[in-house]
């Protein structure tokens, strides 16, 4: 990055990072996916609802790497429930230069499949994430999805 | 009055709660007679808290049964429940969470109520004019006070919204009963409260599963590692269930025990012994002097509401059914307007534990989901409702099914079956 200005290798890598990102998750490597978030870093998904009214609730609200790898263990040790596929797409990238990070809006989609089950939209909403140069490459500081589904279907597991 | 009669045979003993026939779950006149007789009529329903609705002129949609209803607060400051649906033509014209309007307003032909849902205006009462004559207008006998949206019967009772259709109801305080009262005025004693956020869930199950499952002190211990763990939940716990008199109302409530290996968890196999937190900021657990020394109550208020305190987090999770087969699961995190920005943030921290993905109550959604399937399976079969024996009535420790028991008494009895 030079001086608050992206580069085209910038943005490759930063998508790059969001490939690596929805592939862990769909293969449900979550060590590699933990792997992609800074020491620091914060998660929240949080309904559209929520956040356009300024309430402070999230589905899921995690402020620190340690808390990401408490809900790690939750999902395989603790936390009960029929196993599901999920299938992110990620699209419409908009990259914004901010202060040494930068601020990345993206929107998604979500497809779960349940065992012996046809596959179904489960959550949809946008990304807004801070993403900073490391020196192992770019990192998820900050993810903040925010999902327009008004009603989740019975539960959520896993992260988005 | 028209008299639903189920359309299979429950071959229900009589007097007996500790069998429950699956076709409750899944009988579609049975459903319809359930809404008749415990949404639409005889009992209080939630619908809200007053302060979703703070200023003049704001609503909020939300439900009574499987009926759409609107809270508006008018300018004088008193709170209304309307049904959203519009004297005319019925249509439920309301179609946001919430929102702030001077009045409500059919888009179909215009027909206007104000905040009260009285009927204050169409178009064409009187009539077009086309050249020297007068076309159309509603006849001359027509008044405006005999349209307005079915109001229904309303009591804030220190700050929740509870109503109804029924006009013929004892007031929400006998309505709960001393007992159930009294756990209720703990967290709801006056005391000015704030949202802090929806989490909406639709559980393809019974609406009755969920009553059920917060009258069940068996399966928390087991069900959630995560109680088990932290001691939030054990089977050793020290615990009083209440009931209200007539076995639909209850009270689940305890006292935090150490998290420790003891004989209790022996045998639990979801029991994480070595299991610790790398962020322990969600177990941040302030003791807060109204809780009177008890870490949990869970109040089931039959049959639209749970109203929850788990440590610092509170809830109310309004039931709204959706058919025999699924039903919406709507919570409302809250706290008080004088805690402090700290307490704030240890019940946003905490309802990580609670809701749709919580850790404590994910898995409460999943198992109805399996439960519904099994029940729709195999017509004729029941469940089993024998732990602590086949009575009914509150109990001093959780290792019983009386809650449940007391629940289908008093369901027997309303329903006629």
């Known amino acids: ?160 | 009055m028209l008299v639903l009669e189920p359309t299979i045979d429950l071959q229900w003993p009589p007097d007996d709660w500790s069998r429950i026939p699956y076709a409750i779950y899944t009988d579609p006149a049975i459903y319809a007679r359930e809404m008749e007789r415990f949404f639409y009529r005889d009992h209080w329903c939630y619908v809200g808290l007053a302060a979703e609705i703070p200023n003049p002129g704001d609503f909020k949609r939300s439900a009574v049964g499987e009926r759409s209803v609107i809270l508006t607060r008018d300018r004088d400051g008193a709170i209304h429940v309307v049904e959203n649906r519009c004297a005319h033509r019925g249509v439920q014209f309301c179609q946001e969470n919430f929102g702030n309007r001077k009045t409500l307003v059919c888009p179909y032909h215009q027909w206007s109520y104000d905040l009260k849902g009285n009927l204050i205006g169409l178009p064409y009462r009187k009539g077009v004019k086309q050249g020297d004559r007068v076309n159309g207008g509603m006849p001359e006998d027509f008044q405006l006070a005999e349209f307005g949206l079915e109001k229904l019967n309303v009591q804030v009772y220190n700050g929740v919204v509870f109503a109804s259709f029924d006009f013929g109801l004892p007031p929400v305080e006998s309505f709960l009963g001393p007992e159930i009262r009294r756990f209720y005025e703990r967290i709801f004693d006056g005391r000015e409260l704030v949202v802090h956020g929806y989490s909406r869930q639709r559980i393809p199950g019974n609406w009755k599963l969920m009553q059920e499952n917060i009258k069940d002190p068996y399966h928390p211990g087991l069900l959630h590692t995560w109680f088990v763990t932290f001691g939030l939940w054990r089977a050793d716990m020290k615990s009083t269930l209440y009931v209200d008199e007539r076995g639909r109302h209850a009270a689940m409530t305890g006292a935090r025990t150490e998290g420790a290996k003891s004989e209790i968890t022996e045998g639990v196999t979801s029991f994480k012994e070595k299991m610790q937190l790398n962020d322990d900021r969600v177990l941040d657990i302030v003791f807060e002097p109204w809780w009177q020394g008890l870490t949990a109550t869970l109040l089931t208020i039959f049959p639209s509401v749970i109203i929850q305190q788990q440590v610092n987090s509170l809830s109310t999770r309004h039931i709204v059914p959706r058919g025999p087969d699924a039903f919406d699961f709507v919570w409302t995190h809250f706290g008080f307007a004088d805690d402090t920005p700290e307490m704030k943030r240890r019940r946003l921290r905490q309802a990580n534990l609670f809701g749709p993905a919580g850790y404590v109550s994910a898995d409460d959604g999943e198992v109805i989901e399996f439960s519904q399937r099994g029940f729709r399976q195999h017509e004729g079969r029941s469940t089993v409702v024998e732990l602590d024996g086949r009575g009914t009535g509150g109990a001093d420790h959780t290792v019983t099914e009386t809650l449940i028991r007391s629940m289908y008494r008093y369901y027997r009895e309303v329903m006629e079956v």
């Not at chain 1, 309904?47 to 808390?67: C, H, I, P, V």
């Open chain 1, 1 to 160: 990055m030079i001086a608050g200005r992206l580069t085209i290798e910038d943005r490759l890598a930063i998508e790059d990072l969001y490939a690596a990102y929805v592939a862990a998750l769909d293969e449900r490597r979550y060590d590699d996916w933990l792997a992609l978030f800074t020491e620091d870093c914060s998660y929240r998904l949080v309904s559209r609802e929520n956040y356009e009214r300024g309430l402070e609730l999230s589905l899921l609200a995690f402020e620190s790497k340690g808390m990401l790898q408490d809900r790690i263990f939750g999902i395989r040790e603790t936390l009960f429930h029929e196993p599901y596929y999920q299938r992110h797409l990620i699209a419409n990238f908009v990259f914004t230069p901010d202060d040494g990070a930068i601020a990345v809006q993206a929107n998604y989609v979500v497809i779960r499949t349940k065992p012996a089950q046809p596959s179904e939209v489960y959550n949809t909403g946008r990304s807004r994430d801070r993403i900073v140069p490391t020196p192992d490459g770019f990192r998820f500081a900050e993810r903040v999805c925010v999902f327009d589904s008004e009603l989740i279907l019975n539960s959520l597991i896993y992260p988005i």
